[in-house]
């Protein structure tokens, strides 16, 4: 690496003009050479020995800030040893050493790969070395197998099926035995099976990863709701929060999690009970070492600055990607579509590059380190598909990408020093559709202000929506039809509702009721407020409590069906599937369930919803692919449900991952009881 340092040390200086290794006066191409080769070693020493710790220091930087700053503190040490070097006349202006110094490493680095790709023999060794010192001064590696399990955060069931029919994931292809592996000629025999599973109605990473890491989530009706007893707005990705959320689920279950055991948690909303934990997000809170340590992945990565200069390129060129990929989707007018501007590009090229890297990275580590269970999560495809949608070439390139990350995986487990079993699982899919705000021109809080007289905003007031919710208001409350201030407020001096989103579920409380109020209160004080919202052509169903049938599922048109009868008759539910009654009734017992949930629109025959967020591809709610999530396991673990059985709820993918563990001899970790048995 030292000689390819060097040449390309000269190279550079050659074509820089603000780059030179030798004095004015000239000097001869010996001294030129020895000046390169001096000035490489000294830049090679300065990375090996200054970066990390400068790394660690910036630990408490945002992340994303710390892969900006790759180029600039690769330029720094670059000057310095630039100016220790013998002759000291070599020099580079600033700009130019960030240049030079993220060439030299980035070559460096490929050189480094290609050679490893070049010589198996030498890839091995350099896995086994790295195995050896994962493991020193640890006790022996259990012979038993380990497993990883890789969430791909997003990826629907039906989305999966289609990318590896197309070619787009010959890894997972491999595994299925449905197409030809690249380094293995003709389809082999399946190892794998696809299963796909039914999520609850909160169909969205809080509620799916609560569930499947630590057994409940219980009392998670969305990904942000509203708590009438601490008078507060909880969030699922918000870690002070994660953190309750967390205790809430171990105090339920009584059990640390699925990787209490000698496991690891990487990239995560929850622990999982896990001792080894990097970038989760319920523990970004706590202070000094913790706090530290939930950012250790990090340091674990760009603590080599090959790492940080590639990942940094690999960062800057999705940056470009997306601007491109916003650009032509603005002139060809292609619908529907969101904005993509501001700081978004960058938000998708961290999760897209920045994550993945450092995750796959410390997935990397834990198997070489001989760990029990490591759970990791990769959110690179549910980012570009909330702005880009599902489908498409934007989506497409990154499930390529994802399936690159498991091949590398797959690699290193064959180095590992036990053998590991590879479940790739999703939280949730995703549906498509353009937003409720672009085909009506309103929000979901115009709406419901609109439906309560309360005043709304002039671009909602000359909507369709907002005129037909006006006349209601005014019909009930037998006002006469006219325009002006006030008028059709209702009496009395009330807090007003607060509407929140999560995808294509809304949820509406009032914070001046303690309690959740019922469909009976609601028409006392709002008597035009759930019809204007049933009747709207845009929502498919509401689900509000009642004091004369405990709770109803409203529609349009008047239909009102007691939740106790939704089997045999499912009313506004049936367009959303079979599960939808079990889902809606099992939010219904929650104690936070919002005084009114309301569920999008949505079309069974192209799977379109309608987000309250800006959003082309969203979920949270019931309605089309975003239900149906997938399960990707080895034929050696036992099959996840029997033949007609549905595999249904984050819940129960919990106890079969747990199954899992105790049939691979490792940890003897305890089966998790059914629900009816913990009643018990």
Request: a neutral charge.
């Amino acid at each position: 690496m030292w000689a390819v340092s060097t040449l390309t040390m000269l190279v550079l200086a050659g074509i820089l003009p603000d780059f030179r290794l030798q004095s004015a006066d000239g000097d001869s191409a010996t001294t030129i050479a020895v000046t390169a080769a001096v000035g490489a070693g000294v830049f090679g020493v300065l990375s090996a020995l200054a970066w990390p710790l400068l790394v660690r220091l910036l630990l408490l930087v945002p992340a994303l800030v710390l892969g900006l700053l790759v180029f600039f503190l690769n330029g720094s040490l670059l000057l310095i040893a630039l100016r220790l070097t013998p002759s000291g006349q070599s020099e580079a202006a600033p700009e130019t050493a960030v240049i030079v110094a993220a060439v030299m490493s980035a070559v460096a680095s490929a050189t480094g790969a290609a050679l490893a790709v070049r010589d198996d023999d030498a890839y091995r060794r350099r896995l086994y070395r790295l195995a050896d010192r994962r493991r020193r001064g640890g006790p022996p590696c259990p012979s038993a197998p380990g497993t990883v399990f890789l969430q791909l955060d997003g990826v629907g069931h039906d989305v999966l099926a289609a990318a590896v029919r197309k070619g787009l994931m010959p890894t997972v292809a491999g595994w299925l035995g449905e197409a030809p592996r690249p380094d293995s000629g003709p389809a082999t025999r399946p190892t794998h099976r696809l299963t796909p599973w039914r999520t609850d109605w909160s169909s969205q990473t809080g509620a799916s990863q609560l569930g499947i890491l630590h057994g409940s989530n219980h009392d998670v009706p969305a990904f942000r709701w509203y708590e009438k007893d601490s008078r507060a707005v909880m969030v699922c990705n918000r870690p002070a929060d994660a953190v309750e959320l967390q205790r809430r689920a171990v105090e339920r279950t009584g059990d640390g999690g699925l990787l209490t055991a000698d496991g690891a948690s990487r990239g995560n909303l929850f622990s999982g009970g896990a001792d080894e934990q990097a970038l989760v997000l319920s523990i970004a809170t706590r202070r000094r070492s913790r706090e530290t340590r939930s950012r250790a992945g990090y340091f674990a990565y760009f603590s080599d600055p090959a790492n940080a200069v590639r990942t940094a390129l690999s960062f800057l060129a999705e940056v470009g990607r997306e601007i491109a990929q916003s650009t032509r989707a603005r002139l060809r007018k292609e619908r529907p579509r969101v904005g993509r501007g501001g700081l978004y590009p960058f938000i998708r090229a961290f999760a897209t590059v920045v994550e993945r890297d450092v995750v796959v990275a410390a997935v990397m580590g834990d198997m070489l380190a001989g760990r029990t269970a490591v759970y990791a999560d990769l959110v690179a495809y549910d980012e570009v598909a909330h702005h880009s949608g599902p489908l498409g070439r934007d989506t497409a390139q990154v499930l390529g990408r994802l399936d690159r990350a498991l091949a590398l995986i797959e690699t290193v487990a064959e180095h590992a020093p036990r053998p590991y079993r590879i479940v790739v699982l999703s939280d949730h899919g995703q549906s498509p559709g353009e937003t409720f705000r672009a085909r009506y021109g309103l929000t979901l809080a115009d709406l419901v202000r609109a439906g309560c007289g309360l005043p709304v905003p002039r671009r909602a007031e000359r909507t369709h929506s907002g005129a037909e919710a006006r006349a209601a208001v005014r019909a009930a409350l037998h006002r006469p039809v006219e325009e002006g201030g006030d008028q059709h407020r209702p009496a009395g001096r009330r807090s007003e509702p607060i509407v929140l989103a999560s995808g294509n579920l809304g949820l509406i409380s009032f914070p001046d009721v303690a309690h959740r109020m019922t469909k009976e209160e609601i028409d006392a004080r709002h008597p035009a407020l759930l019809p204007t919202l049933a009747n709207h052509p845009g929502i498919g169903f509401l689900l509000v409590r009642s004091e004369r049938h405990g709770g109803v599922v409203l529609g349009a048109y008047g239909v009102e069906t007691p939740l106790d009868r939704l089997d045999e008759d499912p009313g506004p539910l049936a367009a959303f599937g079979p599960g939808a009654a079990d889902a809606v009734r099992r939010t219904h017992s929650f104690p936070h369930t919002a005084d009114i949930m309301v569920n999008s629109f949505h079309d069974p025959a192209d799977g379109e919803v309608l987000a309250f967020e800006e959003q082309i591809g969203s979920h949270g709610g019931l309605g089309g692919a975003q239900n149906r999530a997938f399960l990707l396991s080895p034929l050696a673990l036992s099959a996840p449900v029997e033949d007609g059985e549905v595999l249904s709820g984050a819940e129960h993918v919990h106890r079969v991952l747990r199954r899992w563990l105790h049939e691979s001899h490792g940890p003897q970790v305890p089966l998790e009881p059914a629900p009816e048995e913990r009643a018990a």
